[in-house]
């Protein structure tokens, strides 16, 4: 198979429009913006940015070398710990399409500065660079132990999976009103449940809810 020109390749990325593991930059104006969106893809499923494109899908090119230097600075400065990425310059129809690949990171969470310089971790869905909740932190705390562990089932549990039922959606904070648990017990064992495939997170109207794996 004949391979791909640039164009031919970049126009192929364009008109897949922007989605979970796929974003544009006109140009990168903020640093910090960056590397939020560089946390997301890689605390999510990785991604690619192709900086130079409009969000309408437009190419309007890079206009200099600075565009990398503060992806490198995004990547390594304000992202904790620092995250790998490959980056490669297309040319397409005279303009420069700068594409950035993120891979999901193995060390999470990935936390990106914000403007007081405080670490926040962010995820992917849909298109939206997303702040993870206290209870995405604690699955990511408990994968990160290399004992393992077990999960012991109590009436905690059962009350849970109970309110869950009849809910069928629940925020942490109703959880821990109807369960009468504080909230870092609440995070604790949706933490688990998560890990263990019984309960999953679900992201609407801009709210994080918690409901039983199908």
């Not at 904790?80 to 129809?93: G, K």
């Not at 562990?149 to 849970?160: D, G, N, P, S, V």
């Amino acid at each position: 198979m004949k391979p791909l020109t640039d164009s031919e390749y970049i126009d192929s990325l364009i008109a897949q429009g922007e989605h979970q593991q796929q974003d544009f930059k006109f140009e990168i104006s903020d640093i910090r913006k960056i590397a939020k969106t560089l946390s997301a893809f890689s605390n999510t499923k990785g991604g690619r940015l192709l900086i130079g494109v409009k969000d309408n899908g437009k190419i309007a090119g890079v206009r200099s070398d600075e565009e990398e230097y503060m992806i490198e600075a995004a990547a390594n400065l304000y992202c904790i710990p620092q995250i790998e990425y490959a980056a490669r310059s297309y040319h397409v129809n005279g303009r420069n399409v700068l594409v950035v690949q993120i891979n999901e990171s193995l060390q999470k969470p990935i936390y990106a500065k914000n403007e007081l310089n405080k670490p926040l971790a962010y995820l992917r869905i849909a298109d939206e660079n997303i702040l993870a909740t206290t209870v995405h932190l604690r699955v990511w705390q408990q994968s990160g132990n290399p004992k393992g562990e077990l999960i012991a089932y109590t009436q905690r549990e059962q009350l849970l999976l109970d309110l869950l039922e009849k809910n069928n959606f629940l925020s942490l904070n109703k959880y821990c009103r109807l369960a009468h648990i504080s909230r870092y017990a609440a995070e604790q064992l949706l933490a688990k449940l998560i890990r263990f495939g019984i309960v999953e997170s679900v992201y609407e109207n801009h709210r994080f809810h918690f409901k039983l794996t199908k």
